[in-house]
């Protein structure tokens, strides 16, 4: 949780946009931050400055709706949940999104978003980049700076920004990001089912510090995700030669081999759909791609960090409910070989149990 450190210029900032907050509604510098040139003055002012921009027209509808609310009684966020100050009236609350040190707090709305937006901020801060607790930020009482018509997303805790003062509002995600970072983005934002969305892929206006909630509350996919996200996430495969689930050995240093009783993280893995009925897996136990090694003369391993052909599967869907997985780069199927006794080999052309598993998601 929060700690109480010494307030920080950019909380000051924020705590004196919940005072300020009526007169927030007439705000009318955005323009000038919007179109200020690729890199703001003083990275401070950068704090919820930003948002979709009104030339986005993806968001013109949200917009609309939002621009609605502006006179009644619960005003909504252009991506339609509530907004208020102070934060509490609207349930927003201070999480330290696990994995950092020194520890970053965000302020965020308690629930389904706050599992969806700390799972978000864990996996960018392992896999993308260390987040810096001073330069990321999620409430803001204030009007959507990009549109300034409508109000912030971050003024409903449903936003947040990452790393601000390295990938400033309006700077093209292309300077401040790596090829490999966005993958990684990309990566994350594929698991989250199009509820969260990436501001650097606003047009207009782009904005890579910023992530929000891209549906309305009570939507299914928000409810769902979050559920995988607090059970631990991924899928398990349960062999069918001998009713044991596969686990990535010794933390994926070791091959896949169908030998545990119980599921844990090694037993976990994301089904990463790469189109039809194309998949990868990765491996929770080290966030490891698996690998038909050896362009698949070997055993499958976690040990891979992108998706080529050696990691690629089809996953073929049986009648009787099991599934079987066929590696892309040898054409053959998957066999808990030995019955289970040996690791996993890419080496059959036939179904039969030891090539069926039940996927338990
Ligand atoms: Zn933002």
Same mark, same amino acid.
């Given at each position: ?9 950019? !909380?000051?900032?924020? @705590? ?21 040139? &690729? ?13 979709? =921009? ?31 100050? &102070? ?5 927003? =609350? ?42 990321? /930020? ?44 966005? /993958?990684?983005?990309? %990566? ?22 910023? @992530?929000?909630?891209?549906? %309305? ?12 996200? !607090? ?12 009713? !044991? ?28 759909? *790469? ?12 966030? *490891? ?14 040990? *891979? ?18 599934? /079987? ?19 996993? *080999? ?6 039969? &149990? ?8």
């Amino acid at each position: 949780m929060h700690q109480a450190h010494s307030l920080s210029r950019r !909380r000051a900032l924020q @705590f004196g946009a919940v005072t300020a907050g009526a007169t927030l509604l007439g705000f009318s510098g955005a323009g000038a931050v919007a179109n200020a040139g &690729p890199v703001p003055p003083d990275a401070d002012e950068a704090v919820g400055a930003d948002g979709a =921009s009104a030339g986005d027209t993806r968001f013109a509808r949200r917009f609309a709706a939002a621009r609605e609310t502006l006179d009644s009684a619960v005003m909504t966020s252009y991506n339609d949940w509530p907004v208020g100050s &102070p934060a509490s009236t609207i349930g927003v =609350s201070w999480y330290a999104v696990p994995g950092t040190s020194p520890t970053v707090n965000l302020q965020v709305k308690s629930g389904d978003v706050a599992t969806v937006m700390m799972y978000v901020a864990r996996r960018f801060n392992a896999e993308v980049e260390p987040l810096v607790d001073d330069y990321s /930020s999620a409430y803001a009482y204030r009007m959507n700076v990009n549109n300034p018509s409508v109000w912030s997303n971050h003024a409903s805790g449903t936003a947040m920004d990452l790393n601000f003062d390295q990938h400033p509002n309006g700077v093209a995600v292309s300077r401040t990001f790596s090829s490999g970072q966005v /993958s990684k983005i990309r %990566s994350i934002l594929d698991d989250c089912n199009g509820v969260m969305f990436w501001g650097g892929d606003y047009t207009g206006t782009v904005d890579a510090m910023h @992530f929000e909630i891209n549906v %309305s509350p009570g939507d299914s996919r928000l409810t769902s995700l979050a559920a995988r996200i !607090r059970g631990g996430g991924g899928s398990s495969l349960r062999s069918r030669a001998n009713s !044991r689930f596969v686990t990535a050995e010794s933390a994926g240093t070791r091959p896949l081999i169908a030998n545990r009783t119980a599921i844990g993280p090694w037993e976990r893995f994301d089904v990463i759909n *790469r189109g039809g009925s194309s998949v990868a897996l990765r491996a929770h136990a080290n966030n *490891r791609y698996v690998c038909a090694e050896s362009a698949g003369a070997a055993s499958l391993i976690a040990n *891979r960090t992108v998706i080529g052909p050696w990691e690629t599967f089809t996953l073929l869907r049986n009648t009787d409910g099991t599934v /079987s997985l066929r590696a892309a780069v040898n054409g053959k199927l998957v066999c808990a070989e030995g019955a289970g006794s040996l690791s996993l *080999r890419p080496n059959r052309t036939v179904i039969g &149990p030891w090539e069926k598993f039940d996927l338990i998601t």
